[in-house]
């Protein structure tokens, strides 16, 4: 099994949980955690003589995203019934969209381990309701059904089989559930069943044209098991083939625990889904001025943000893209810049950096942080204007984090500003050149190495304080004698 | 002349005049329910106690000076619109202990314009039936001779009326459902345009062909009631946001210049001898009154059956996938498993027409038949829209008879669903271009009620009913009742 | 295999609410196409498809009432439909009313499973699935 044999064929399709206040096609809430069946009204219940009707949010959602994705919006899409039993659709039907999806052809660009940039074809994009939740334990010989999540707006984004590696699937998945979120569609919460998605994966030996048989996994709820499930998938498939077997159309559902997909019991037979145009609803017109009103409500957008930075800041391309990950971590690096307009390459470290490294730390996300970007920018101004160095500025960080102090004030309470009086430093240095008459001989017949003894030793002496571009300056004028 | 074979005018003036009060009206129709109602089996539910609480409150408003002209006017709901409280069975197993808890738009219409709900009427099982022999509380009886079907689905509010246990029966209208009844029955049964009558709390048969309207005794009755239930409604998407104009006004219009289409397809040698004479007889009266005959002709209408047998099926094969036994309705006992569960409640809920039904709807929405049934369906549809739309450049209404005979002998049609299915050839076409369309009745043939339908461009209600009430004028065919009910 | 018209004629001709001419006419229109009969094969998969339990005695039944269906449906075959469009709504041009993003239903949920066969703790019970 090599790579060269073998291709992974890959297509995503995303469900995204639109973030409307009521559902899709009934004035229920929409809010997570509620006690069951508290939110489910005769609509979503699927009650004799109930009928449909459109969310305007759905829809200006639905067109945000397609303008976002640089697709086409369908002047006239209808919404189709797809028709199966199942407990948690009580209508035996899902309202879905078939032939004519709302979001038509659009893209996505991501970028690749080597830094290179592969753009992704995104199929279409609909709407439709979620089903509601089954619960199977604690019942006895019964499941139990809760229909609060049923009728919640859903956005389906079908990629093309385009993606050719589980971290290609997993870069794309990012990037989209970076883009709902910025566009505030979506609140992405993967725990919570708010952005799900399910992969397609075929193998196909290199040089085919045609695609293999692909299977799919349902509903894998977090970016690393996405790519540790198509990992074993892929893997099932071409040992499967390799010993003579062939891949069978099936559903798979991914156990975390095992590491491994399994077939899916009651999902076995294929479904004759049987669609046609939904009587109750009429074709959804969506206008040019409807689209132009859309439009302008749109941010600038992850990769528009990115190649400004990178510009207007001088950023790496990397560092950009992590900076841009979320709307919040970018308008809080903004901030951060604002405050000090001459540094944005020191700030991005630090956002990158320190603070990325604790705010992972602590479980906590940008908009919790325990230091503020003004905050940040006190610390920075201090390493800016050599009143501390990088590393001791690192100490100064960890106490501001822990405290909640500004910068200043731990400077000032520790001790810590940076020793850059010469006269400081010679004597320091005299002092260690006095202490250690070996090294000295050493050094000067040679050994060069040594001069990071001496820095070590100095900065050792003054607490770590000793400026160390000073130091360096002082220090090789002194040892040279 | 007794309570019962007053117009609603009458009543309403009555009403007014002191003469009788809403409960004893209401008392007085309950107790006709009550004397007949069994034996046509007319009524699934009759609510005594909500209607003289209804009635009471409707003195108390007419005390006032207040109300209006059907405020304390009883009324049946076919049994397929919910009403809140009230046991709501669609005529099947499946619903039977099903109570209602919402009132339908239409329930809801009523009720606020003061109309008193006597009970809920009998019908075919999911409205799917030509002669309301498929319900699960077995068939109504014709009062012209009990022998016979009174026609169907709605055919418990056809036997209502016409028996006069209540002046009004709301009623539903995929096929012809309200039209055939009315015909077979002796009643003015209207069917509104697609959209003008709010389909929400009515339990859905066919999505796009469902309408709800009424059947009452004269076209004048019928005006005031579609006064009261037709309406934008915000729950339902495909109800339609145009005003209601004041029907009654209406009626009054002189019909000269009128130009009457006489369709063709309609008045070949399929069409029962007596029941064309009894027809022309009608248009006779018309051309008396000014109004000028035109041959026009729907080369497609001869495909409306066979299109609608592809639409309605596949459309109910989904609207009655809910019933499934989990949230309301009927549930088998001791499912073994979930399969179990879906297939025993349906297949024991279920009667063998709506399960026909349901199957032929899912054969011809399935992989690999979708094109040759469905799609192709839909676009006979639009032939047959078009040809309509064609005919109303050249012609106002369009005139024929509602059925091919008169009512037929219960049981006569029940071993093969072909033969009740074409009772409806002359019906469909409107439910499928979504026309307005009403039967009244003409002459007798061989003494049974025998309809007259007019069907006219979408919204143009105004004039079917001020057409037919111009007939009513003339003519008292609308005006006999059963000699057992007089 | 047996043509489903002879029957059909049989029941026309002496249904005495039809005349000669209604049985010439509509015999006509069977004569038109292909027989469409269902196999017991065919109502057993459809009835799955439709989760609805039909005996074994029921089966050859509706195999015959659905073949005289989809006879009678058949006739769609010999319309002219190149280039027409298909018709889901009967009222046309009309579009999607759009209704405000607004929460305006509450909990109700113990008056609706009033209708319930059967819940716990406020669930709908079904025989237990497992997936």
């Given at each position: 099994?090599?790579?060269?044999?073998?291709?992974?064929?890959?297509?995503?399709?995303?469900?995204?949980?639109?973030?409307?206040?009521?559902?899709?096609?009934?004035?229920?809430?929409?809010?997570?955690?509620?006690?069951?069946?508290?939110?489910?009204?005769?609509?979503?219940?699927?009650?004799?003589?109930?009928?449909?009707?459109?969310?305007?949010?759905?829809?200006?959602?639905?067109?945000?995203?397609?303008?976002?994705?640089?697709?086409?919006?369908?002047?006239?899409?209808?919404?189709?019934?797809?028709?199966?039993?199942?407990?948690?659709?009580?209508?035996?039907?899902?309202?879905?969209?078939?032939?004519?999806?709302?979001?038509?052809?659009?893209?996505?660009?991501?970028?690749?381990?080597?830094?290179?940039?592969?753009?992704?074809?995104?199929?279409?994009?609909?709407?439709?309701?979620?089903?509601?939740?089954?619960?199977?334990?604690?019942?006895?010989?019964?499941?139990?059904?809760?229909?609060?999540?049923?009728?919640?707006?859903?956005?389906?984004?079908?990629?093309?089989?385009?993606?050719?590696?589980?971290?290609?699937?997993?870069?794309?998945?990012?990037?989209?559930?970076?883009?709902?979120?910025?566009?505030?569609?979506?609140?992405?919460?993967?725990?919570?069943?708010?952005?799900?998605?399910?992969?397609?994966?075929?193998?196909?030996?290199?040089?085919?044209?045609?695609?293999?048989?692909?299977?799919?996994?349902?509903?894998?709820?977090?970016?690393?098991?996405?790519?540790?499930?198509?990992?074993?998938?892929?893997?099932?498939?071409?040992?499967?083939?390799?010993?003579?077997?062939?891949?069978?159309?099936?559903?798979?559902?991914?156990?975390?625990?095992?590491?491994?997909?399994?077939?899916?019991?009651?999902?076995?037979?294929?479904?004759?889904?049987?669609?046609?145009?939904?009587?109750?609803?009429?074709?959804?017109?969506?206008?040019?001025?409807?689209?132009?009103?859309?439009?302008?409500?749109?941010?600038?957008?992850?990769?528009?943000?990115?190649?400004?930075?990178?510009?207007?800041?001088?950023?790496?391309?990397?560092?950009?893209?992590?900076?841009?990950?979320?709307?919040?971590?970018?308008?809080?690096?903004?901030?951060?810049?604002?405050?000090?307009?001459?540094?944005?390459?020191?700030?991005?470290?630090?956002?990158?950096?320190?603070?990325?490294?604790?705010?992972?730390?602590?479980?906590?996300?940008?908009?919790?942080?325990?230091?503020?970007?003004?905050?940040?920018?006190?610390?920075?101004?201090?390493?800016?204007?050599?009143?501390?160095?990088?590393?001791?500025?690192?100490?100064?960080?960890?106490?501001?984090?822990?405290?909640?102090?500004?910068?200043?004030?731990?400077?000032?309470?520790?001790?810590?500003?940076?020793?850059?009086?010469?006269?400081?430093?010679?004597?320091?240095?005299?002092?260690?050149?006095?202490?250690?008459?070996?090294?000295?001989?050493?050094?000067r017949s040679g050994k060069d190495k040594l001069f990071g003894y001496f820095v070590g030793q100095v900065m050792k002496a003054t607490g770590g304080k000793a400026n160390p571009a000073q130091l360096n300056e002082l220090l090789k004028k002194k040892l040279a004698g | 002349m007794s309570?019962?074979?007053?117009?609603?005018?009458?009543?309403?003036?009555?009403?007014?005049?002191?003469?009788?009060?809403?409960?004893?009206?209401?008392?007085?129709?309950?107790?006709?329910?009550?004397?007949?109602?069994?034996?046509?089996?007319?009524?699934?539910?009759?609510?005594?106690?909500?209607?003289?609480?209804?009635?009471?409150?409707?003195?108390?408003?007419?005390?006032?000076?207040?109300?209006?002209?059907?405020?304390?006017?009883?009324?049946?709901?076919?049994?397929?619109?919910?009403?809140?409280?009230?046991?709501?069975?669609?005529?099947?197993?499946?619903?039977?202990?099903?109570?209602?808890?919402?009132?339908?738009?239409?329930?809801?219409?009523?009720?606020?314009?003061?109309?008193?709900?006597?009970?809920?009427?009998?019908?075919?099982?999911?409205?799917?039936?030509?002669s309301n022999e498929t319900s699960f509380h077995g068939p109504v009886k014709n009062p012209w001779n009990t022998a016979l079907v009174p026609g169907g689905s709605s055919g418990g509010s056809a036997a209502t009326v016409a028996a006069r246990l209540a002046p009004v029966a709301t009623?539903?209208?995929?096929?012809?459902?309200?039209?055939?009844?009315?015909?077979?029955?002796?009643?003015?049964?209207?069917?509104?345009?697609?959209?003008?009558?709010?389909?929400?709390?009515?339990?859905?048969?066919?999505?796009?062909?469902?309408?709800?309207?009424?059947?009452?005794?004269?076209?004048?009755?019928?005006?005031?009631?579609?006064?009261?239930?037709?309406?934008?409604?915000?729950?339902?998407?495909?109800?339609?946001?145009?005003?209601?104009?004041?029907?009654?006004?209406?009626?009054?219009?002189?019909?000269?210049?009128?130009?009457?289409?006489?369709?063709?397809?309609?008045?070949?040698?399929?069409?029962?001898?007596?029941?064309?004479?009894?027809?022309?007889?009608?248009?006779?009266?018309?051309?008396?009154?000014?109004?000028?005959?035109?041959?026009?002709?729907?080369?497609?209408?001869?495909?409306?059956?066979?299109?609608?047998?592809?639409?309605?099926?596949?459309?109910?094969?989904?609207?009655?996938?809910?019933?499934?036994?989990?949230?309301?309705?009927?549930?088998?006992?001791?499912?073994?498993?979930?399969?179990?569960?879906?297939?025993?409640?349906?297949?024991?809920?279920?009667?063998?027409?709506?399960?026909?039904?349901?199957?032929?709807?899912?054969?011809?929405?399935?992989?690999?038949?979708?094109?040759?049934?469905?799609?192709?369906?839909?676009?006979?549809?639009?032939?047959?829209?078009?040809?309509?739309?064609?005919?109303?450049?050249?012609?106002?209404?369009?005139?024929?008879?509602?059925?091919?005979?008169?009512?037929?002998?219960?049981?006569?049609?029940?071993?093969?669903?072909?033969?009740?299915?074409?009772?409806?050839?002359?019906?469909?076409?409107?439910?499928?271009?979504?026309?307005?369309?009403?039967?009244?009745?003409?002459?007798?043939?061989?003494?049974?009620?025998?309809?007259?339908?007019?069907?006219?461009?979408?919204?143009?209600?105004?004039?079917?009913?001020?057409?037919?009430?111009?007939?009513?004028?003339?003519?008292?065919?609308?005006?006999?009742?059963?000699?057992?009910?007089? | 295999?047996?043509?489903?018209?002879?029957?059909?004629?049989?029941?026309?001709?002496?249904?005495?609410?039809?005349?000669?001419?209604?049985?010439?006419?509509?015999?006509?229109?069977?004569?038109?196409?292909?027989?469409?009969?269902?196999?017991?094969?065919?109502?057993?998969?459809?009835?799955?498809?439709?989760?609805?339990?039909?005996?074994?005695?029921?089966?050859?039944?509706?195999?015959?009432?659905?073949?005289?269906?989809?006879?009678?449906?058949?006739?769609?075959?010999?319309?002219?439909?190149?280039?027409?469009?298909?018709?889901?709504?009967?009222?046309?041009?009309?579009?999607?009313?759009?209704?405000?993003?607004?929460?305006?239903?509450?909990?109700?949920?113990?008056?609706?499973?009033?209708?319930?066969?059967?819940?716990?703790?406020?669930?709908?019970?079904?025989?237990?699935?497992?997936?």
């Amino acid at each position: 099994m090599s790579n060269e044999t073998w291709e992974t064929v890959i297509g995503l399709e995303i469900h995204a949980q639109l973030a409307t206040k009521s559902k899709i096609f009934s004035a229920s809430a929409t809010e997570y955690g509620a006690p069951p069946n508290a939110q489910a009204s005769l609509v979503d219940l699927g009650y004799p003589g109930v009928l449909p009707v459109l969310n305007r949010a759905a829809v200006s959602m639905a067109v945000k995203f397609g303008l976002a994705i640089g697709a086409g919006i369908t002047p006239l899409s209808v919404f189709a019934r797809k028709n199966y039993f199942y407990p948690d659709l009580p209508k035996g039907y899902q309202i879905s969209q078939y032939e004519l999806p709302i979001v038509a052809k659009g893209h996505m660009d991501i970028v690749l381990d080597d830094g290179s940039v592969k753009r992704v074809g995104i199929t279409r994009a609909h709407l439709e309701e979620d089903a509601g939740k089954s619960l199977h334990e604690g019942l006895g010989a019964h499941s139990g059904i809760d229909l609060n999540r049923a009728g919640t707006p859903l956005i389906e984004i079908v990629s093309e089989p385009d993606l050719r590696s589980a971290k290609e699937a997993v870069a794309y998945l990012k990037k989209i559930h970076t883009l709902v979120r910025y566009l505030e569609i979506c609140d992405g919460n993967m725990q919570e069943g708010s952005f799900r998605c399910d992969a397609n994966v075929s193998v196909r030996r290199r040089g085919e044209a045609k695609f293999g048989t692909r299977a799919e996994i349902k509903n894998v709820n977090s970016f690393r098991f996405v790519e540790k499930a198509i990992n074993y998938e892929v893997a099932r498939q071409i040992d499967l083939i390799e010993s003579g077997g062939k891949v069978v159309q099936e559903t798979r559902l991914y156990d975390p625990n095992k590491d491994e997909t399994r077939s899916m019991r009651s999902k076995e037979e294929a479904n004759d889904y049987r669609y046609f145009p939904d009587p109750d609803l009429l074709p959804v017109e969506v206008t040019p001025e409807f689209i132009a009103s859309v439009r302008a409500t749109l941010p600038e957008l992850p990769d528009e943000k990115a190649a400004r930075f990178v510009s207007q800041f001088g950023l790496s391309a990397y560092d950009a893209g992590v900076l841009t990950s979320s709307r919040e971590l970018g308008a809080y690096y903004e901030a951060v810049v604002q405050g000090l307009p001459s540094e944005p390459k020191l700030a991005a470290n630090w956002v990158n950096g320190e603070l990325a490294a604790a705010l992972n730390r602590d479980g906590l996300e940008i908009g919790a942080s325990r230091i503020g970007a003004d905050v940040l920018v006190g610390l920075l101004k201090r390493i800016a204007d050599g009143t501390i160095s990088g590393k001791i500025a690192k100490e100064v960080f960890e106490a501001m984090w822990d405290s909640g102090a500004a910068a200043d004030a731990v400077i000032e309470e520790k001790g810590l500003k940076q020793i850059s009086d010469p006269a400081a430093i010679e004597k320091a240095i005299d002092e260690v050149m006095a202490k250690s008459p070996g090294q000295l001989a050493d050094y000067r017949s040679g050994k060069d190495k040594l001069f990071g003894y001496f820095v070590g030793q100095v900065m050792k002496a003054t607490g770590g304080k000793a400026n160390p571009a000073q130091l360096n300056e002082l220090l090789k004028k002194k040892l040279a004698g | 002349m007794s309570i019962h074979t007053k117009t609603l005018p009458q009543l309403a003036a009555g009403l007014r005049a002191g003469e009788f009060s809403a409960v004893e009206l209401a008392r007085h129709f309950l107790g006709r329910i009550e004397a007949h109602g069994p034996a046509l089996n007319a009524l699934i539910s009759v609510t005594a106690d909500t209607a003289l609480a209804q009635a009471a409150e409707a003195d108390r408003l007419l005390a006032q000076g207040k109300g209006g002209p059907l405020t304390g006017i009883p009324l049946v709901h076919k049994d397929i619109f919910c009403t809140q409280g009230v046991r709501t069975t669609c005529g099947s197993r499946m619903l039977d202990n099903f109570v209602a808890p919402y009132d339908a738009t239409v329930v809801a219409k009523l009720k606020a314009a003061g109309m008193v709900m006597l009970g809920k009427a009998n019908m075919d099982e999911f409205a799917m039936g030509s002669s309301n022999e498929t319900s699960f509380h077995g068939p109504v009886k014709n009062p012209w001779n009990t022998a016979l079907v009174p026609g169907g689905s709605s055919g418990g509010s056809a036997a209502t009326v016409a028996a006069r246990l209540a002046p009004v029966a709301t009623a539903t209208d995929t096929g012809g459902s309200i039209r055939q009844p009315a015909a077979l029955c002796g009643l003015t049964g209207l069917k509104p345009t697609y959209g003008r009558v709010s389909r929400y709390g009515m339990i859905a048969f066919a999505s796009s062909l469902d309408q709800g309207g009424m059947m009452t005794a004269s076209a004048e009755d019928a005006a005031l009631v579609l006064a009261g239930m037709a309406g934008f409604d915000t729950r339902d998407s495909t109800s339609v946001d145009r005003p209601v104009p004041d029907y009654a006004a209406a009626l009054d219009r002189p019909l000269k210049g009128l130009k009457i289409g006489l369709l063709k397809e309609f008045f070949d040698k399929g069409l029962d001898p007596d029941m064309e004479r009894s027809v022309r007889e009608a248009l006779a009266v018309y051309q008396k009154l000014g109004a000028t005959l035109t041959e026009v002709s729907l080369p497609s209408i001869g495909l409306s059956v066979p299109a609608y047998y592809v639409v309605a099926p596949a459309e109910c094969s989904s609207n009655l996938a809910r019933f499934d036994g989990v949230r309301f309705g009927y549930r088998c006992q001791d499912p073994k498993d979930l399969i179990d569960l879906y297939k025993r409640s349906r297949g024991e809920g279920f009667g063998a027409e709506v399960k026909r039904r349901i199957m032929t709807g899912t054969y011809v929405l399935s992989a690999g038949y979708y094109d040759a049934y469905y799609l192709k369906a839909q676009q006979v549809r639009r032939l047959i829209a078009n040809d309509f739309e064609r005919a109303f450049g050249e012609v106002d209404v369009i005139m024929g008879p509602t059925t091919p005979a008169p009512a037929f002998g219960l049981g006569d049609k029940t071993s093969d669903p072909i033969t009740m299915y074409l009772n409806d050839i002359y019906t469909i076409g409107a439910n499928l271009a979504g026309l307005p369309a009403l039967s009244i009745p003409c002459a007798p043939v061989r003494q049974l009620p025998a309809g007259l339908q007019i069907i006219g461009r979408h919204f143009d209600e105004e004039r079917l009913l001020n057409v037919a009430h111009a007939y009513q004028r003339e003519t008292d065919w609308h005006t006999k009742v059963p000699a057992a009910y007089e | 295999m047996e043509l489903t018209l002879p029957k059909v004629a049989r029941t026309l001709a002496t249904d005495a609410t039809y005349s000669k001419a209604t049985v010439y006419h509509f015999t006509l229109f069977f004569l038109q196409f292909a027989e469409c009969v269902m196999k017991p094969e065919q109502i057993a998969s459809i009835a799955h498809l439709a989760r609805l339990s039909i005996s074994e005695t029921e089966v050859p039944v509706y195999a015959e009432s659905l073949s005289r269906i989809l006879s009678l449906v058949g006739e769609l075959e010999r319309a002219g439909t190149a280039g027409v469009a298909p018709m889901a709504h009967p009222l046309p041009g009309l579009t999607q009313r759009l209704r405000a993003d607004e929460v305006t239903e509450t909990d109700q949920h113990e008056r609706y499973q009033a209708n319930a066969p059967e819940t716990a703790a406020s669930l709908y019970l079904v025989p237990k699935v497992i997936e």
